[in-house]
């Protein structure tokens, strides 16, 4: 596709080397379309063996952990050759994850292009010793320093939501922070990661080994990155279930595991709020991508007294925005990413009215559309925060909408869940925002409308959404190991 994908298919980037997959190929479907794409290198067990051995090898045996301005320089020419090659990076994205063209000049592509600046600068400009001055200590006196230096050999593994996102999110700062790297991207958008493998061979001066691209359709490879002594240090981002997994895999090891895992997130409308624009504008996030994003407020809490109106204004937003092709310029909901995920969806709707709730829009795929997975932007209301459909995530289109009796009832319930990655508040009185900011246990919180995302703000979650940062100068340190030198004064 478009001079980015070879004939045959995209490779594995082994030691430097790009490389077919010991297990063949597999295909990559364009979830609009439902038609194949193409095909990606299919790692075999020997061959992720090969990228962790690659890794250690580079880490352990070459100076790119000690050579921050190295690693800036090539995080930039990657960045560069990334812009230089943007279009049929665009149209590839758009293509593989089904994501709405729009969002690629944000978070589905530009922003993590231009996002990697931040590492390659961290890198250069991060303070990496600290004195502590001088000590008498049991009668010797001696000098502190502390040195910040990686972690070694770091496994990233990644979903299909964001693929750009969330591999660069991850990969920038491990590296700038002078760890090796196997990424080991969703199967379901191997493209997005594999991609850079020719890119960086050809365009840029990263040493073999540094970052190993293994594209694989068999799950057990992720595992067998979490569970391999070799690897220090696992960075995941994926579904709460896989994230015990790897903590679990890990525990033999002892690794380090950052996770970044899912969410369930509120959004609180205050009496005092504009609460038809509270819900209407709450219901079109959630319906941006088709709903998959991590940190959509898919919980809607109004007050009880306003909550016919509060339905009534996100059903007629959803209503408006129909799910459609990813590639018109003004699709805000394309298709969910396979037909397992939109059976996922469905599920979940059918247990909503089984559970009592009522579909007040959409709910069922979305009239002549016979190709691709297309699930209608969905409200339901008429169901109380213990509902199914308001403690799971869903991963597609859907907004709950809940009634609170009050701001304390409105952050018990918001806090009334397993997850705690991110929320919003909607209200004019700054006293009880600030209350409601406070309350709510998540990672993230925006106020009226407020955007946190940019690579300076850490993104991450409380309780089962996550463990650590990721972003910020926080998610830079997330790779970093702590070592105190003494010496006599
Ligand atoms: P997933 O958990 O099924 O898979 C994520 C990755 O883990 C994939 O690369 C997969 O191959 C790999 N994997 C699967 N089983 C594994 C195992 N046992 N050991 C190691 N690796 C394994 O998630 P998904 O369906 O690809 O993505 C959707 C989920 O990701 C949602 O739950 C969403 O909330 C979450 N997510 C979270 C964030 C965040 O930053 N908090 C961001 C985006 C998506």
Known sequence: MNGLVPAGGTPLLIGGTLIPGGSGVFPTVDPATEEVLGYA????????DAAIAAARTAFDETDWSRDPA??????????EVMTAHLEPLRELTVAEVGAPVMLTSGPQLEGPIADLSFAADLAESYEWETDLGTRDLMGVASRRVIRREAVGVVGAITPWNFPHQINLAKIGPALAAGNTVVLKPAPDTP????????LIAEHTDFPPG????????????????????????ITFTGSTRTGRSVMEGAAATLKRT?????????????????????????????AVHAGQGCALTTRLLVPRESYDLAVAAAASAMAG??????????????????????ARVERYVELAKAEGGRVETGGGRPAGQDRGYFVEPTVISGLDNSATVAREEIFGPVLVVLAHDGDTDA??????????????????????VKAVVEGVRTG????????????DAPFGGYKQSGIGREMGVAGFEEYLETKVIATPA
Not at 41 to 48: E, F, G, L, N
Not at 210 to 226: C, E, K
Not at 445 to 455: E, K, Q, T
């Open 41 to 48: 290198a299919d790692a075999s067990p020997a061959d992720m």
């Open 191 to 198: 493209w997005c990661a594999a991609v850079l493998g020719p």
């Open 258 to 286: 950052f996770l970044e895992l899912g969410g369930k997130s509120a959004a609180i409308v205050l009496d005092d709020a504009d609460i038809a624009a509270a819900a209407s504008y709450t219901a079109f996030t959630v």
């Open 321 to 342: 925005l129909a799910a459609d092709d990813p590639r018109k310029p003004g699709t805000v909901c394309g298709p969910v990413v396979s037909a397992q995920q939109r």
């Open 411 to 432: 952050i018990r319930q918001a806090n009334d869940s397993p997850y705690g990655l991110s929320g919003s508040v909607w209200g004019t009185d700054p006293d009880r």
């Open 70 to 79: 190295l690693r800036a320089r090539c995080l930039r020419q990657l960045r």
């Open 444 to 455: 993230t919180m925006s106020v009226n409308g407020g955007l946190w995302y940019h690579a």
């Open 210 to 233: 540094v970052l190993n691209i293994v594209t694989s359709s068999d799950h057990a490879l992720g595992a067998q990155l979490v569970t391999d002594p070799r690897v220090d240090m």
